[in-house]
C-alpha cells in the first residue's frame, strides 16, 4: 500500500507566507480539521532568511506523531520571487519532497470569468474552501495588501469579484504622496473617533472606511443580481486585516481563517 505525504500547504502572499500541515496518515481525522489554527504559521517576508526560517520550523514539526515524511509541498502564490526562493530552498533543505505548485487548473471548481489563468489562485482557493464549508451562494472577502470581494453563485462557481487596495497600500500611498504623514499602526485595536480629531484619527477613519463602505456596498451590488428579495448568501470574511475590519462591516458575516490554506489541503 502506497504511504500518504505528509502535506505542506503553502501560501505565499506580497508580505507574507502563510503555511498550514497536515501530517502523514491524518488525511480523514477530523479532529485534525478542528486544529487547522494550532498548524498554522506566518513568516513575514521582510524578516532575515525568512526561508531558512520555514524550513527550521517544518524540521521541528517533522517529528513523532506529527510525521510529515514523505513531504508533499502544496505552493499558491501571488508573489513569483518568493515562491521561488521557498522552492530552492526546499530543494537543498528536504531533498525527498515534492514540489506541487497549485494552477487555476487544480481547483475543481467551475470558473466562469474571462482569463482563468490570470486570476489570483488565492482567490480562487479561497471561494473553493468556503464552498466547501457553507452553502452557496458565497461572498468570499480576503483582506490582505489587496482586499477581493469575490462571488460563488448558487451553483457553486466562481464567477469573479472586485480588487481594491488594503490598510496598508492605502496608508503608504498616502504618505508617499503627502508630505509630514505619519504611519499608521493597524494593530491598534482603539475605536475609531468621528470625526477624527488628530491625523492618525482622521486617517484610520477615512481608510477604513473606505475600505468596509466599499465591502458593504459590493455586497449590496452583488445581492441585487440574486433572484428574490432576499438572498440567502453567507458571507465569509478571511485575510490578514480580517480583525481589523470585521467590527465595521454592516452587513452579517462569517471569520474564518487561513482559508487559502484550507484550500490547498481540500485538493486530492
Known sequence: MKRSSGV?????GNTAVKLSLRPQGADANPAFAMNLESS???????????DESIADWIRDQDCGETSLAPQEWRI?????????????????SFP?????????RDV????EIDSPDKVGIDR???????????????VVIDAGSAVTVDLVDASGCFVGGAILPGLNLQTTALTMG?????????TNADPLT??????VQAIRLGVLTSVTASIDRLIAHYDCGFDGATPQRVVILCGGDAPVISPHIKHEHVMHPHLVCQGLLDLG
Open 124 to 138: 480562487l482557493l479561497s471561494a473553493y474552501a468556503a464552498r466547501n464549508r457553507y452553502a452557496v451562494p458565497l
Open 40 to 50: 498554522c504559521r506566518s513568516f513575514a517576508l521582510d524578516r532575515p532568511r525568512w
Open 96 to 104: 525527498n519532497a515534492t514540489l506541487r505548485p497549485i494552477s487555476y
Open 8 to 12: 505542506i500547504a503553502v501560501d505565499v
Open 194 to 199: 468621528i470625526p477624527g480629531r488628530n491625523t
Open 178 to 186: 503627502t508630505a509630514a504623514l505619519p504611519t499608521i499602526d493597524w
Open 108 to 111: 475543481p471548481m467551475s470558473i
Open 76 to 92: 499558491a502564490s501571488v508573489n513569483r520571487r518568493a515562491s521561488d526562493q521557498l522552492c530552492k530552498q526546499v530543494e537543498r
